[in-house]
């Protein structure tokens, strides 16, 4: 997959630990820095607009798409 999740980049600019934004957000810190890793397939629009309110920021912020000719299949 191509799409690059920056979430990392975001909670340091925002100087925003992990466990509290999944306090804010009300999910599990396992799921968020899943999340952050890369190792999920999908997000729920919920809950990307819960870390979105959180952060303050747009969702451009946190996913990015890279065209890589190695993702595509």
């Known amino acids: 997959m191509a799409i690059i999740i920056r979430l990392d980049r975001v909670l340091a600019d925002r100087k925003m ?19 952050k890793t ?11 607009n819960e870390i979105c309110k959180v952060l303050n920021c ?3 912020e946190i996913l990015e798409y890279v065209e890589n000719e190695e993702f595509d299949n």
């Open 17 to 35: 630990q992990l466990n509290t934004l999944a306090d804010e957000v009300g999910i599990s810190v396992v799921n968020l820095s899943n999340l």
């Open 58 to 60: 747009q969702p451009g």
């Open 38 to 48: 890369g190792k999920v397939k999908a997000i729920r629009f919920s809950t990307l």
